[in-house]
């Protein structure tokens, strides 16, 4: 009588479906996100038009994000949501390929961004809960969704090049098509208890070098923000194609993978304090050095500084939360952080880059942010000068039995 397959099967089969769900959803975004902004300056929209509308699927994100948790862990359907999710986001997305009318973009815009809201946290839930059965670690799985976005940016950059601007679209998505197949293969999970986020929030916002800490967070993601939504106009002005764009974009993230796989090491010879003040010297001259740039081939060594300023800041910010918050709210501490980082500055940063980017151009653009890093690395140091309370760091966890997600 034949048997079934082995755990050490199901095990393997578990950790390749997730490591494939990074890798296909991450090549979609690096498909779409480094040539968007490109298609809005070719239709005729200006910098505050073209950051406002960078900037609303960022506030949708920061407004709706933990409603879309609480309802996947309420209904218990968080494999139907990530499927739906990826299913209307690349419909959505096709709508917005056939939009050329700023005023028209703007709803088209809003509900894509509402629908693709959960899918990042649901990856992410689904890539913890596999580690929980299984060998490795989060990095070692966050790494494939790296590899897809470098693999994306170069090639698509290298499609538009051979058949026009249009097929980033296409090629969105047909690899957002891939990760809902992948979806569909993921195993229905439980709901996880958290703690009420009212009185999480209260708790955590108490805490003086936490609130120093998330504030240069914002100051930075504010740069960042400004970065990632420019960074192809800035290109586009220099006089590059947007293959040298994709390129550009692809050399950048093929930095990061040595960087996560060798940041556990990192932290244990400088530490997390350490880190995080090296990412945000590095950023300041990353800034800098793009503000002196006339040509495009200069840009690329300088692109080579993002594993050791992105990489390193996202692995060291996600310990230092986890190091500063009681175990049973890390979970709503992570969820702050996410929403500093990748929602509330990144809006402030489309904005003003966008009204900067019409008044003063790029290079001073660039130099602006380059000094509101050095603020930022200002307010990291005086948050590091409050020590933290272990009793407190623990106190409220003792009667929480929390799911890890």
Known sequence: MPSGPSLRERSSSAVLKSRLLYFSYYMALGAFFPFITLYYERIGLSGVQIGTLSALPLIVTSSTSLLWGMLADTLRLHRRILSLSLLLSAISVYLISRTSQYELLIPIILIYAFFATPTMPLLD????????????????????????????????????????????????????????????????????????????????????????????????????????????????????????????????????????????????????NGLLSFAFITYAIRWLLFSFIQTPGWVMPVQLLQGLSFATFLVASVTYINDHTPKGLRTTGQSLLSTISFGLGPIVGSLLGGYFYDTVGMIVLFRIITVLTIVGFGVFILATRYKVDPQTASSESQDMNLNRQ
């Open 125 to 272: 839930t689904a890539a913890l809960d596999t580690l929980e059965t299984n060998r490795g670690t989060f990095g070692g799985m966050r790494v494939w969704g790296t590899i897809g976005w470098m693999v994306s940016t170069w090639l698509v950059g290298e499609i538009i090049n051979t058949w026009g601007l249009p097929w980033f679209f296409y090629s969105y998505i047909f690899l957002l098509g891939i990760t809902f197949l992948v979806s569909l293969l993921q195993p229905t999970r439980g709901q996880i208890l958290r703690p009420p986020l009212r009185q999480g929030l209260r708790q955590l916002l108490s805490r003086r070098t936490l609130l120093l800490f998330l504030l240069s967070v914002f100051l930075l993601a504010v740069t960042t923000g400004t970065f990632n939504y420019f960074f192809s106009l800035y290109m586009d002005g220099l006089g590059a194609s947007e293959g040298t764009i994709g390129l550009a974009w692809s050399l950048s993230a093929s930095t990061e993978i040595p960087v996560m796989v060798l940041s556990e090491t990192m932290m244990n010879r400088i530490g997390v």
